[in-house]
T-cell receptor, first 113, second 111 residues
């Protein structure tokens, strides 16, 4: 079953607001990746986090890996309509082989102008 | 740019039919993956391959098999399609431990 929880499942945001989506695992992770899938499209890679406590930024997107390497967050500031889509985290456990990533169910983001 | 192509965008099959989904990547990636995507469940890994003729089961391999005879091509086979295999199927490829590049997906309907 799903061992990766993403919350919230659904996020309705006013344009210009900030929001955060979370990815939580019950086990220690080796690394985590984030993807974005636009409506009707396929997932597109955003970032990979490897180190404990790591923080990476991509323009208005800030990604963080927890100190215990069991959770991660994606924070978007000043949301724009182009941020619409579903954001997935994909995790690899320390016990898993290379390439075996487990995806969360995703956070679907809707932005109203 | 990495290109991952899938043989069909839409496919309609009958229960019990054997179904082949093909995926080709052009970036010499070692890893290739097959996922299915269903609303509310995200992407679930069916199988992945880390080298030619090498494969490993994902989270939901039952009812599926795979074949990787050449590095650039990874096939998903539904031996006897069932209605609960109606889904969006996504193929991806990556370098070892790297980001995954996805194909456009095949929407399969099993009647």
């Amino acid at each position: 079953g799903q061992q990766v929880m993403q919350i919230p499942q659904y996020q309705h945001v006013q344009e210009g607001e900030d929001f955060t989506t979370y990815c939580n695992s019950s086990t220690t992770l080796s690394n985590i990746q984030w993807y974005k899938q636009r409506p009707g499209g396929h997932p597109v890679f955003l970032i990979q986090l490897v180190k404990s406590g790591e923080v990476k930024k991509q323009k208005r997107l800030t990604f963080q890996f927890g100190e215990a390497k069991k959770n991660s967050s994606l924070h978007i500031t000043a949301t724009q309509t182009t941020d619409v889509g579903t954001y997935f985290c994909a995790v690899r456990k320390t016990t898993d082989s290379w390439g075996k990533f487990q995806f969360g169910a995703g956070t679907q983001v809707v932005v109203t102008p | 740019d990495v290109k991952v192509t899938q043989s069909s965008r839409y496919l309609v099959k009958r229960t019990g039919e054997k179904v082949f989904l093909e995926c080709v990547q052009d970036m010499d990636h070692e890893n290739m993956f097959w996922y299915r995507q269903d609303p509310g469940l995200g992407l679930r890994l069916i199988y992945f391959s880390y080298d030619v003729k090498m494969k490993e089961k994902g989270d939901i391999p039952e009812g599926y098999s795979v074949s990787r005879e050449k590095k650039e091509r990874f096939s998903l086979i539904l031996e006897s399609a069932s209605t609960n295999q109606t889904s969006m199927y996504l193929c991806a490829s990556s370098l070892r431990g790297g980001s995954q590049y996805f194909g456009p997906g095949t929407r399969l309907l099993v009647l």
